[in-house]
């Protein structure tokens, strides 16, 4: 009933760029915070990227100023836009958010399914 959905994933060459969207979907009441999770094969998930309810933003210092977040809260939409990729940045990206529903009234704890991208060198 409640979903996330990722896509914008890709094969890209070193210094290009990628855009991934993932979409909040189903009884929604109100998304706190988003964030992009990423996990290459042999290491654990690290955090990328997080934006709060408020618009503030935050980093992993590997993407600073290279990886950009940004939500729209009118599609329940939680963007990562990636310019000059590098082979480092191959991993497996996730959305995560929390979510408060209407019915049930509870919050939970939401992961996408996961987008491949793999930057070439």
């Known amino acids: 009933q409640v979903q996330l959905v990722e896509s914008g994933g890709g094969l890209v060459q070193a210094g290009g760029s990628l855009r991934l969207s993932c979409a909040a979907s189903?009884?929604?009441?109100?998304?706190?915070?988003m964030s992009w999770y990423r996990q290459a094969p042999g290491k654990q998930r690290e955090l990328v990227a997080v934006?709060?309810?408020?618009?503030?933003?935050t980093y992993a210092d590997s993407v600073k100023g290279r990886f950009t977040i940004s939500r729209d809260n009118a599609k329940n939409a939680v963007y990562l836009q990636m310019n000059s990729l590098k082979p480092e940045d191959t991993a497996v990206y996730y959305c995560?958010?929390?979510?408060?529903?209407?019915?049930?009234?509870?919050?939970?704890?939401?992961w996408g399914q996961g987008t491949q991208v793999t930057v070439s060198s």
């Open positions: 995560n958010t929390i979510v408060h529903l209407t019915f049930p009234r509870v919050t939970r704890d939401l």
């Open positions: 189903g009884n929604i009441f109100s998304i706190n915070v």
């Open positions: 934006i709060t309810s408020g618009g503030d933003m």
